[in-house]
């Protein structure tokens, strides 16, 4: 099949836009959400645990439902199916997201835990689910607007930098308001160390984020237009065959969510992207009790150090599609593991203190190198079978929210202090965390994807389908669908 000329490049950037609410509040919820419920609120490591894994959990479970019901409903009128569905996230998101970092309404410095924890429970549900709303929709719109594989690149390409920029958007805005507030204050103590002072701080970086956000989305929603398609033909129901005719005479095979199931590849995409957001989520989780905790650098540095890892993204997404044209998704891929487990070996064997910078623009740059190629295998998979692209994106978003609840979690677990106040011990935990977080995970990851030269990724269908009559046995390669390099 030819190649359809690229998307315009206003269309490509209004596209691009639609998920920078969702990234603006990722990139708090993972780098701040502990250290904000700890350190600042003086919740015990365990039960600021608890929350970030409510908050994966709901997400893992709204995912997949969302998935599924964005695939199978028409939408709101002539707005599009997936656009309906980001914008109920949208606004879900926007009227739960800043109740998460404030104290709750009127409570004082002596309320019990357990009450804390049930005020903030329901605002993390409805955050969750919009953000899986968002997230879901928006990336099922790759496979409808990019219609080959190079563009589905560039197009995850476009959708990451402006994930970066949303980044570094949050860390350039977080290093603003420490500077500001050091200088307005004489006290040396408020300058380096996090505490309940610093509630107003998070509290102003949430507001900037939820006002940027709605900009975005609404630029989203003003100039990305779906592919509306005849409802008969783009619904898919229990009762529809896998293969059609076409109008040309020609079978269009369709899968239905049922059928991912029973493929293998499914699964094998699917352990490499949680893989991959194992290692992003996590070393972003833990990066701001690492530098505070173990390098025990002032306070201003849990916004400079992710800082510098973003922009090393930023510029490191430009090359993704000229990368992957060259060497292909597994090389890429590969490339990225190698600065992944760089920066492991730098952390485990070496003393950091100001040489973090160096390591901080490894994990930047090898995290933003696997999370485009991970999302551009998973496009791939999907190829032409858009009717069904939901379900697959939010069954691989499923394991990684999960995955990551999880692990944090069970991280938490083994934490050496059960009480509000770190001790000595936390210094070489955090320490043992980095490492174990960014080089196991990447190990694993590494198996994974040589698997892929002994089992390539193939889409291998066995069904009898009744078309006009006649019955038909496909077996399709994933070189029909865009391969895997």
């Known amino acids: 099949m030819a190649d359809e000329p690229s998307l315009p490049l206003s269309a490509r950037l209004s596209y691009a836009v639609g998920h920078f609410l969702n990234d603006l509040c990722a990139s708090m919820w993972f780098t701040?959400?502990?250290?904000?419920?700890?350190?600042?609120?003086?919740?015990?490591?365990?039960?600021?645990?608890?929350?970030?894994?409510?908050?994966?959990?709901?997400?893992?479970?709204?995912?997949?439902?969302?998935?599924?019901?964005?695939?199978?409903?028409?939408?709101?009128?002539?707005?599009?199916?997936r656009k309906t569905w980001h914008l109920i996230g949208s606004i879900s998101v926007l009227l739960s997201f800043p109740f998460i970092f404030n104290p709750p309404v009127g409570s004082r410095e002596d309320i019990p835990q357990w009450a804390e924890l049930?005020?903030?429970?329901?605002?993390?549900?409805?955050?969750?689910?919009?953000?899986?709303?968002?997230?879901?929709?928006?990336?099922?719109?790759?496979?409808?607007?990019?219609?080959?594989?190079?563009?589905?690149?560039?197009?995850?390409?476009?959708?990451?930098?402006?994930?970066?920029?949303?980044?570094?958007?949050?860390?350039?805005?977080?290093?603003?308001?420490?500077?500001?507030?050091?200088?307005?204050?004489?006290?040396?103590?408020?300058?380096?160390?996090?505490?309940?002072?610093?509630?107003?701080?998070?509290?102003?970086?949430a507001l900037i984020v939820i006002g940027i956000g709605f900009v975005s989305s609404l630029m989203f929603h003003i100039g990305t237009q779906e592919n509306l398609r005849n409802e008969e033909e783009h619904v898919v129901t229990e009762q529809t065959p896998i293969i059609n005719n076409s109008k040309k005479g020609s079978s269009r095979s369709l899968l239905q969510w049922k059928h991912w199931l029973k493929e293998v590849s499914f699964y094998h995409v699917a352990f490499m992207y949680m893989c991959t957001r194992l290692i992003i989520n996590l070393s972003q989780a833990y990066i701001a009790m690492y530098v505070t905790y173990t390098l025990k650098l002032p306070k201003n540095y849990i916004a400079m150090i992710p800082l510098v890892m973003y922009i090393s993204g930023f510029l490191s997404s430009f090359l993704m599609k000229p990368v992957n044209k060259c060497f292909g998704r597994n090389m890429t891929y590969f490339f990225g593991l190698v600065m992944i487990l760089a920066f492991a070996y730098w952390v485990w064997f070496f003393q950091m203190e100001k040489s973090i910078?160096?390591?901080?623009?490894?994990?930047?740059?090898?995290?933003?190198?696997?999370?485009?190629t991970s999302l551009a295998m998973t496009a791939d998979l999907i190829g032409e079978n858009t009717q069904s692209g939901a379900f697959v994106y939010g069954s691989m978003s499923f394991t990684d929210k999960i995955a990551n609840g999880l692990?944090?979690?069970?991280?938490?677990?083994?934490?050496?202090?059960?009480?509000?106040?770190?001790?000595?011990?936390c210094s070489p935990f955090y320490h043992?965390?980095?490492?174990?977080?960014?080089?196991?995970?990447?190990?694993?990851?590494?198996?994974?994807?040589?698997?892929?030269?002994?089992?390539?990724?193939?889409?291998?269908?066995?069904?009898d389908i009744g078309v006009i009559g006649s019955s038909t046995e496909k077996s399709i390669d994933s070189s029909d669908y865009g391969a895997i390099n």
């Open 407 to 425: 692990g944090v979690i069970i991280i938490q677990g083994f934490h050496p202090c059960k009480t509000e106040n770190c001790c000595a011990q």
């Open 32 to 81: 701040y959400l502990l250290v904000y419920y700890h350190t600042v609120l003086a919740i015990n490591n365990y039960n600021a645990g608890i929350l970030l894994l409510i908050g994966q959990i709901a997400d893992g479970i709204c995912t997949p439902l969302i998935g599924y019901e964005s695939d199978r409903t028409p939408g709101c009128g002539k707005y599009g199916k």
């Open 118 to 205: 049930i005020y903030f429970v329901p605002f993390i549900v409805i955050f969750q689910f919009g953000w899986a709303a968002t997230q879901i929709s928006h990336l099922s719109l790759i496979p409808e607007l990019a219609t080959n594989d190079h563009e589905r690149v560039e197009l995850t390409a476009f959708r990451n930098a402006f994930t970066v920029v949303a980044n570094i958007t949050i860390y350039g805005i977080a290093w603003l308001l420490f500077h500001f507030q050091a200088e307005q204050s004489a006290d040396p103590d408020i300058d380096s160390h996090l505490g309940r002072q610093d509630v107003p701080l998070f509290r102003t970086l």
């Open 357 to 372: 910078f160096g390591a901080a623009v490894l994990l930047g740059t090898g995290s933003t190198t696997i999370l485009v």
């Open 432 to 463: 043992l965390v980095m490492v174990l977080v960014t080089g196991g995970v990447a190990c694993a990851a590494l198996v994974c994807l040589g698997t892929f030269q002994i089992w390539p990724v193939k889409i291998r269908r066995h069904h």
